[in-house]
């Protein structure tokens, strides 16, 4: 597969998976609202501090309303993480590799693009829970889509690999800000905490009901060793980790994999993650945690696009034995 | 208010491809306007709409320019098919083949030994400021002696219910995505009149256009690397490169993706570089290989022509063949087809004034006021006088031209082109289309049995252009009576 196409069906996938998990914390932390109406917990602002884009935020909207932080999260088209953004760039993405997806994915991702693009243009705002509900079915439809009409090649692979590794870093993100947040408020980590600022937590990352269903009760080391060191639940960083992994693996790149640097990265990572407990991880600090963990995803992003896409100069090896090959 | 039918329809003394002037429905269009003219009221609006929903899920879009808000159009389509019979067909079909074999021939002796030249049939004074003849292909011999692979000929129906051709395009015929896509939606939309209707299949068009191109391969290589190289996702036509390449199932490169090595082209994969046989390419000569062409390009692959030249990859359409096009030399084509083939031309020509020949030219400087006058080499109505619309003005200023420079200007009779009933609001108008057919050329010419049929939405309008509020229809072969299957295996 051309370096290009793979590089832009990485990023589609991507982009997809950013506007899904962007759509599912508004959505969340609207009928969390609707769950406490007396409660003054301010619910805008760790959303925009799990963007790491607070300063965007307070140069273009000041104030951390309702109102203000669903527009800058979905529609503002200057900030480049909204969903109205990473939608656009996936479609815009997926135009230009319109031949290597299915026409089936072309037309969902197109689908999607347009229903955002209605509801922007909507006298309704800001848009109300069920809209992001739809941008959460759309994305869904699409990977779906992917998987049920994709040969599991180079395409598909990237695609996986893309949307697994944006997934552990949106998961491990809002683990990061909720909890900082949530803990202000209490005083003993070891006591079950408010069922309804965790469970917020879990939906936002549609793990509540699994979740019930491995521990049963909450507790912050378990949330963590869930959500994070998880190797069986689709949205825990772990998973999404041996995911991505197991995709860069099948794509095989143009060195061997004991020399492949992405997949180096991704399983330096992944020993760290098995030689590390949730109790740990809350001993020696969530947030720095948190921080560690993103470096090395950021790392494996570099490394993929250096493995895959960045090919760039003629290697003299292959000219010589092309010169071999003419004689 | 009133369903969409036939019954008040008028041809308004124009060739109506689909019913006589009695009003009465021509050979093959019978069951179709039975059809429509039976379906409920409001049912043919619904139908057209839902056709545009799905034109736009389906991303056939263009974005308007200027709008800030990127908002996006679909090119509009009319549900009413253009419906040719068989016999007619075969003559259509006929006519293109003989005629893409001569300009191969043609193209092949200009940059060999321009016979025709010698033996006083082509002018020498007109080859020589052919701004698109290329000396960088003199001596070039293409794979298997093929230089036209993909040509859409653009055809009309005048008043007097002959097919003339329009004009070659060799270069890089665009439109067939259309056809294929109206396709699909129009079986979607409308199935019971296909099958009653017995209309030739075009879903194989990319099996011949692949079975032509791997035809081509000059390498020893059992299953050859073929790509379609686009000049990327703001040309206007990229829709149509993504979906051809998808429908081949080959990869759809930009210039950036290639790369020549010792006269090999090479794709840059996450696997590597991957060697390439044979590229189908939709970008202009001139932007193809800023070593051989524009230095200024910044779209196509250095080396390029080199490696062509030397046979290790093969190009479609090969460079070179918009030497054609010259609407001068398409004066010629019926004389290249007595010199070279020995036969009658199955297709006239539009009747045409060459500037160049004093005769014609005192004529046409006499009768501006009539006439259409074309430079040779431009395109998409640009440097087009229509007589009967212009200023005393205008004819004055292209006076001025034709005199300044004959070779570059040619003149044709204003036509009345043939109308098909089209949807406007409650009811049926005629609106005038031409047509654009695509013939392949592999081991043996192959038209294929339908074509682009654009459509003037404009009332009287006669530019069937989308950029001028064109449109387009599906186009209706009428299988021949009694063949139920047709064979849709290349011929390679």
Redo the contacts between chains.
Sequence with gaps: ??????NSIYWMSRYVERAESVARFIEVTLNFILDQPDHDVEQWEPLVRATGDEEYFNEHYGAYTAANVQQFLTFDTDYHSSVRTSISNAR?NA??????IS?EA??QL??FY?FVRAAERSPQQPPNAGFYDDVVQHSYHLGGILDATMTRD?GWN?ANAGRFLERADKTSRILDVKYFTLLRNVSDMNTTFDDLLWSSVLRSVSSFEMFRKRYHTLTVERIVDFLILDSKFPRAVRYSLQQARHSLSE????VAEFQNEAILQTDALLDRLDATSARQIIDGGMHEFVDSLQHSLNMIGEAVHET??A??A??AT??QS??QT?S | MPGLTFKNYQTDNFYDELFYPEGIPRPGAELLVDAIDQLPASELRLRQEAISRALLRMGITFTVYGDESGTEKIFPFDVIPRVVEAIEWNHIEAGLKQRIKALNLFIDDIYHDQNIVKDGVLPAEILKKAKSFRPQCVGVNPPKGIWCHITGTDLIRHTDGAIYVLEDNLRCPSGVSYVLQNRMIMKRSFPQIFADSKVRPVVGYATQLYATLAHLCPNDVADPTIVVLTPGIYNSAYYEHSFLAQQMGVALVQGEDLVVQDDFVYMRTTHGFQQVDVIYRRIDDDFMDPKAFRKDSMLGVPGLMQAYRNGRVALANAPGTGVADDKVIYAYVPDMIKYYLNEVPGLPNVQTYVCDRPDDRAYVLEHLDELVVKAANEAGGYGMLIGPHSTKEEQGKFAELIKADPRNYVAQPTLALSRVPTVVGDHFEGRHVDLRPYILYGKTPWVLPGGLTRVALKKGSLVVNSSQGGGSKDTWVIGHPGTEVEPQEATV
């Design positions: 597969m051309l370096s290009r196409v793979a815009e135009r230009t590799v319109c031949e290597a026409s072309w037309e197109n689908s347009h180079t990237f794509v095989d790149g143009p895959y896409f090919l760039k003629f290697p292959q000219s092309q010169m003419q």
